[in-house]
């Protein structure tokens, strides 16, 4: 990291010469399935590549990280991928090989820094800026706690809230510069689409099909709709990447598994079992498909950059506290449907989120409004910027 040096006990010794380039140390902890360290990632990708950062990701466990980034090594304690560099972190205290403190320092969804990384903030020269990531919510609190400071009890070090959301005041979502353009590529290209059906799936969906993806966590909601798309007049494709849905598939098709290659029939379904793919490659799988199923926070904000309609697998919490959140997405998201339009959309979220049974046919009835407010949703939600440029352009503020 060019413009750190390794510090003793006592002090911070700093280059003579400072670089251009801005050192990011960005932590994460992955807690459960993909979400944090899919933000992560995303995230150092593009300070990286698009704001010339000199990135260093700490993560906890690589074997997630791996499902995302395929040539990641499971067994280096330091590796570079992509021109990021990579540290196993291995228990809190960690903090790498040889310590050193960036001039940003990211501290990914409340993770806790180690205590030494801490203490040699407090002992730079000049005190990096310490952002604290915070989980995407779509809730009113959210622009009203974004950039607010929060100074460090015992040294001199001030944290910032740095809160992605869906309205103005907020820092965004993730959204790399020429994302629009390969979609939109993507879309006016047969020869484009033809390639990625024949590589990913195997074969076109049959004629006048609609093509449903499916990433979800376990859910008891899923059984009645795959017999609502059995029985569809219309023909469902669907495909499903592996994972924690992969189960249910099984169980409807009765297989011993449902995971990347299988491929069943019943009815007016055809289902199709994909791997588990890298970020890089699981856009194309959204713009490919009429309808997408996403769970979290990561296929969530790529769903919305897709402008297709969506239905959102929130992350499940305790006593339904992820309940608001929810309302709250659908609040900015269905603002502008005709009201009947906007029920059908919400009903069927709350019932794929645990509260009722999911109407099929009563979400198609709206398909070409949905359809077009996927699209005006999109050139909506990029006038908050992207987090990543209002992350970037924050800390420039800060460095000066």
């Not at 990011?24 to 300070?47: E, K, M, S, T, Y």
């Not at 879309?187 to 449903?212: K, L």
């Not at 017999?227 to 469902?236: A, K, N």
């Not at 249910?248 to 791997?275: I, M, Q, W, Y």
Request: net charge negative.
């Amino acid at each position: 990291m060019s413009s750190t040096a390794p510090l003793t006990a006592l002090s911070v010794a700093l280059p003579a010469e400072p670089c251009a380039a801005i050192a990011c140390d960005i932590f994460c902890a992955v807690i459960d399935n993909f979400g944090d360290i899919g933000v992560c990632w995303r995230l150092a990708r593009q300070l990286a590549s698009e704001h010339g950062w000199q990135v260093r990701v700490f993560v906890d466990d690589l074997h997630a990280f791996q499902k995302l980034c395929p040539s990641l090594a499971l067994d280096r304690a330091q590796q570079t991928v992509g021109g990021i560099v990579v540290e196993h972190w291995h228990t809190p205290a960690h903090a790498g090989d040889t310590l050193q403190v960036a001039d940003v320092v990211i501290e990914a969804f409340a993770c806790e820094l180690p205590p030494v990384y801490v203490a040699a903030m407090a002992q730079r020269e000049r005190a990096p800026v310490w952002i604290n990531l915070e989980y995407l919510s779509a809730e009113d609190w959210v622009a009203d706690f974004h950039l607010r400071p929060s100074p460090h009890p015992r040294y001199p070090l001030v944290k910032t809230f740095f809160f992605p959301g869906l309205g103005p005041g907020t820092g965004g979502v993730l959204k790399e510069r020429g994302l629009d353009a390969a979609r939109d590529a993507f879309q006016a290209s047969p020869a484009a689409r033809d390639a990625w059906w024949r590589t990913t799936v195997g074969q076109a969906p049959p004629a006048g099909a609609t093509v449903v993806s499916l990433f979800a966590y376990e859910n008891p909601a899923v059984d009645s709709l795959l017999e609502q798309w059995r029985d569809s007049v219309q023909p469902v494709m669907l495909l499903v990447p592996e994972g924690r849905i992969s189960g249910a598939l099984a169980r409807f098709f009765g297989l011993p598994s449902f995971g990347a290659g299988a491929h069943a029939e019943r009815g007016a379904l055809s289902a199709r079992g994909l791997a588990f793919t890298e970020q890089s490659d699981y856009d194309a799988l959204l713009w490919a498909s009429d309808l997408n199923f996403v769970r979290g926070e990561d296929s969530f904000v790529r769903a919305q950059w897709a402008a297709k309609p969506f239905v959102w697998h929130i992350y499940p919490q305790a006593d339904d506290a992820h309940l608001p959140k929810l309302d709250a997405a659908l609040a900015h998201y269905a603002r502008t449907l005709p009201e009947d339009c906007a029920a059908a959309l919400a009903r069927f979220w709350h019932a794929w989120n645990g509260a009722g049974t999911p109407d099929w046919a009563a979400l198609c009835r709206h398909s070409p409004a949905l359809q077009r407010r996927a699209v005006e949703w999109a050139a909506e939600l990029a006038q908050v910027g992207d987090l990543a440029g209002n992350l970037a352009l924050f800390t420039k503020t800060q460095l000066k």
